[in-house]
């Protein structure tokens, strides 16, 4: 305090802070000093994100408890659940439209809806909906229809209805 009061610090001028700290010390000023090495440690665990066999990534270096919550914190997308909803919407709308000349909207809509359902599912490598999806487009396509009618016809709007659903809920990939 005596030697600021001689050097005209703040004390000479008559204003003592207590808190007021000064870069007195080279340690302090290493401290605060982002350009310094040293300043800012690295963190002390390194982590890997390497791909795994089937998609997803496996993180080297974690303990199995880091490991567990990374792998917990993987947000999923849900992209087909809309066009899944939809294309069921259409579907159970459907029979009221058969004999109608609202079908052919009914098949323009129920076959682009599929293969936009097929789309999702190949990016989130789910290659089995394709099995589901690819025969739907063919038979609701309205470009070369097909003549089908009556009860079984019928069932398969309802049947194909439940597939939207279910494909929309279950396609699923991580959030990037």
């Known amino acids: 305090m005596a030697a600021l009061e001689r050097r005209g610090?703040?004390?000479?001028?008559?204003?003592?802070?207590?808190?007021?700290?000064?870069?007195?010390s080279s340690v302090a000023r290493r401290a605060h000093n982002p350009e310094v090495t040293g300043s800012n440690p690295?963190?002390?665990?390194?982590?890997?994100?390497?791909?795994?066999?089937?998609?997803?990534?496996?993180?080297?270096?974690?303990?199995?408890?880091?490991y567990t919550r990374v792998v917990a914190k993987v947000e999923y997308q849900r992209n087909a659940l809309a066009p899944g909803i939809l294309g069921a919407?259409?579907?159970?709308?459907?029979?009221?439209?058969?004999?109608?000349?609202?079908?052919?909207?009914?098949?323009?809509?129920?076959?682009i809806?599929?293969?936009?359902?097929?789309?999702?599912?190949?990016?989130?490598?789910?290659w089995w909906w394709l099995v589901v999806?690819?025969?739907?487009?063919?038979?609701?396509?309205?470009?070369?229809?097909?003549?089908?009618?009556?009860q079984l016809w019928l069932?398969?709007?309802?049947i194909a209805a439940a597939a939207f659903l279910l494909a929309g809920v279950l396609i699923r990939s991580p959030r990037e």
């Open 9 to 24: 610090g703040p004390a000479a001028r008559g204003r003592v802070d207590a808190h007021a700290a000064g870069w007195s």
């Open 42 to 66: 690295v963190p002390a665990t390194k982590s890997k994100a390497v791909p795994v066999p089937g998609g997803g990534l496996r993180h080297i270096g974690l303990s199995a408890a880091d």
């Open 89 to 111: 919407v259409v579907l159970l709308f459907a029979p009221f439209a058969v004999d109608t000349e609202w079908f052919t909207l009914v098949q323009y809509l129920v076959a």
């Open 113 to 126: 809806l599929a293969a936009i359902v097929a789309w999702f599912a190949l990016q989130a490598r789910h």
């Open 133 to 150: 999806f690819v025969p739907i487009v063919v038979l609701w396509n309205p470009v070369w229809p097909f003549d089908f009618s009556g």
């Open 155 to 158: 069932a398969a709007q309802f």
